[in-house]
């Protein structure tokens, strides 16, 4: 089963503009969390929001969410070669414990 | 401290050959999961082990595949009879609880499976 749908699949920009993606699911969570995955292998954490917070940052990273809309956005900002990768919300099913990936938005910046 | 393994890395195999996948989670993580990544797509949840709690097998696409888990530590991925659609990356992830508490997940850098 699909719980969250990240938008948009891809996203080219220029380095150093800001990148926004976003992602939407279908049931009720009390946490959402973001992943990088570099080069189709293991993925990496980068941040969590509980369904109490609205907005969290880490560095260059704003994360936003809207649990009346089931959204929720991921913002790079001055964004570097290094971030290109693909992102990943992923949330906990029907307050389960199992986690369920969306299909993720493949980011690139071109030099 | 050391992450999550995995073995082998890659994997080739003929169809209908059976496979073996291997995880090693955090120690001390109970949570584990396992997913299946085809070439540019999403991660594809396999199974769920959590504890002493029966696992969720709801993810397996087929009664070819199988997983088990040895207590708190290693789990095995099995795949029988492989087919070529069975080529993906498997990736293994431990947290130290459940999703519903927010653990972060770490992943292992994946075994990728080819079937010819």
């Known amino acids: 089963s699909q719980q969250g749908e990240e938008d948009p699949q891809a996203l080219s920009i220029q380095e150093g503009e800001n990148a926004t993606m976003n992602c939407s699911y279908k049931?009720?969570?009390?946490?959402l969390q973001w992943y990088r995955q570099n080069s189709g292998r293991g993925l990496v954490h980068l941040i969590l929001?509980?369904?109490?917070?609205r907005e969290k940052h880490s560095g260059r990273l704003r994360v936003t969410l809207d649990t009346s809309k089931k959204s929720s956005s991921l913002l790079i900002t001055a964004s570097r070669a290094a971030d290109t990768a693909s992102y990943f919300c992923?949330?906990?099913?029907?307050?389960?414990?199992?986690?369920?990936f969306g299909k993720g938005t493949r980011l690139h910046i071109l030099p | 401290g050391a992450g999550v393994s995995q073995s082998p890395s890659n994997k080739v195999t003929e169809k209908g050959k059976d496979v073996e996948l291997r995880c090693d989670p955090i120690?001390?993580?109970?949570?584990l999961y396992w997913y299946r990544q085809r070439l540019g797509q999403g991660l594809e949840f396999l199974i769920y082990?959590?504890?002493?709690?029966?696992?969720?097998k709801s993810g397996l696409p087929s009664d070819r595949f199988s997983a088990e888990r040895t207590g708190e530590s290693v789990s095995t991925l099995t795949i029988q009879r492989t087919q070529q659609e069975d080529s993906a990356v498997y990736l293994c992830?431990?947290?130290?609880?459940?999703?519903?508490?927010?653990?972060?997940?770490?992943f292992g850098p994946g075994t990728r499976l080819t079937v010819l």
């Open positions: 082990f959590q504890g002493n709690s029966a696992p969720d």
């Open positions: 120690s001390g993580h109970t949570a």
């Open positions: 929001i509980r369904s109490n917070e």
């Open positions: 992923a949330t906990p099913l029907n307050r389960d414990d199992k986690i369920i």
């Open positions: 992830a431990s947290s130290l609880k459940g999703g519903s508490g927010g653990d972060t997940q770490y």
């Open positions: 049931t009720s969570i009390n946490n």
